[in-house]
């Protein structure tokens, strides 16, 4: 007959007076079976959950505005929300609308456009510009290259680049560029580099001139093949 007693999770628990049988010891042997079988199936669903949620953190994220899980690929702008930011404006996330003080921003513009020389009339065998603009930082790059000599401007005046595709914002402040391969120039002793300033314009300045400072290029160094490449980081309002 069956045990008087049975464990926590149903095994037979005999006493003196119980009389076991085979029966009683197949049945036991039918639930070690079931319980390891349990256990070792609640085993594996923990390990695959864990899989799916690694998954889920490599491929999603979860939205803020409803708890779903959201590729990261179409994120939304309340998806995202970027706080106690370095920059004073704005900032964007590839693939993503992100929103920043309130602002939604868009993915990064790339474009081109051209550029030329503030005065005076000359021909260019290359007057090109590329960009791209990620909220209001643009980075651009100018190739302008002279053939032929300038005619109109005023020798002393200091020489600019207009056309950049973005004014330039941020007060009287300054944005100092990299000099690529500029070259051709004359009675100048230092590197041209690309300074921006207000508006759509850059100007060009020689430092290391052979005395202290900066010093502005003019119209008199030029020659009919001077060559500008410059590359430029600055900030706009729009």
Same mark, same amino acid.
């Given at each position: 007959?069956?045990?008087?007693?049975?464990?926590?999770?149903?095994?037979?628990?005999?006493?003196?007076?119980?009389?076991?049988?085979?029966?009683?010891?197949?049945?036991?042997?039918?639930?070690?079976?079931?319980?390891?079988?349990?256990?070792?199936?609640?085993?594996?669903?923990?390990?695959?959950?864990?899989?799916?949620?690694? @998954?889920? +953190? &490599?491929?999603?994220? $979860? =939205?803020?505005?409803?708890?779903?899980? /959201?590729?990261? *690929?179409?994120? #939304? !702008?309340?998806?995202?929300?970027?706080?106690?930011?370095?920059?004073?404006?704005?900032?964007?996330?590839?693939?993503?609308?992100?929103? @920043?003080? +309130? &602002?939604?921003?868009? $993915? =990064?513009?790339?474009?081109?456009?051209? /550029?030329?020389? *503030?005065?005076? #009339? !000359?021909?260019?065998?290359?007057?090109?510009?590329?960009?791209?603009?990620?909220?209001?930082?643009?980075?651009?790059?100018?190739?302008?290259?002279?053939?032929?000599?300038?005619?109109?401007?005023?020798?002393?005046?200091?020489?600019?680049?207009?056309?950049?595709?973005?004014?330039?914002?941020?007060?009287?402040?300054?944005?100092?560029?990299?000099?690529?391969?500029?070259?051709?120039?004359?009675?100048?002793?230092?590197?041209?580099?690309?300074?921006?300033?207000?508006?759509?314009?850059?100007?060009?300045?020689?430092?290391?001139?052979?005395?202290?400072?900066?010093?502005?290029?003019?119209?008199?160094?030029?020659?009919?093949?001077?060559?500008?490449?410059?590359?430029?980081?600055?900030?706009?309002?729009?």
């Amino acid at each position: 007959m069956s045990s008087t007693n049975k464990t926590g999770l149903g095994f037979n628990q005999w006493i003196l007076a119980d009389k076991p049988t085979m029966e009683d010891f197949n049945a036991d042997n039918v639930l070690v079976e079931q319980l390891l079988e349990e256990r070792c199936s609640k085993e594996e669903t923990d390990r695959r959950f864990m899989e799916v949620e690694q @998954l889920l +953190g &490599e491929r999603y994220t $979860k =939205s803020e505005a409803d708890g779903k899980f /959201v590729a990261r *690929e179409t994120l #939304t !702008a309340n998806d995202i929300m970027v706080s106690s930011p370095v920059f004073p404006a704005k900032t964007s996330v590839e693939g993503a609308l992100v929103k @920043l003080s +309130g &602002e939604k921003l868009n $993915k =990064s513009q790339i474009g081109t456009f051209q /550029v030329k020389l *503030e005065k005076g #009339t !000359a021909t260019y065998s290359t007057s090109t510009g590329t960009y791209c603009k990620t909220g209001n930082m643009v980075v651009a790059h100018v190739a302008l290259v002279l053939s032929s000599a300038v005619a109109g401007a005023p020798a002393a005046d200091r020489v600019d680049l207009v056309g950049l595709p973005f004014p330039a914002y941020g007060g009287n402040a300054r944005f100092i560029g990299t000099s690529g391969y500029t070259k051709n120039f004359t009675n100048v002793t230092g590197q041209v580099r690309p300074r921006i300033a207000l508006g759509t314009k850059i100007e060009c300045v020689v430092d290391n001139s052979g005395t202290s400072g900066i010093h502005t290029l003019t119209y008199a160094n030029l020659t009919a093949t001077s060559q500008f490449d410059f590359t430029v980081i600055y900030f706009t309002a729009q």
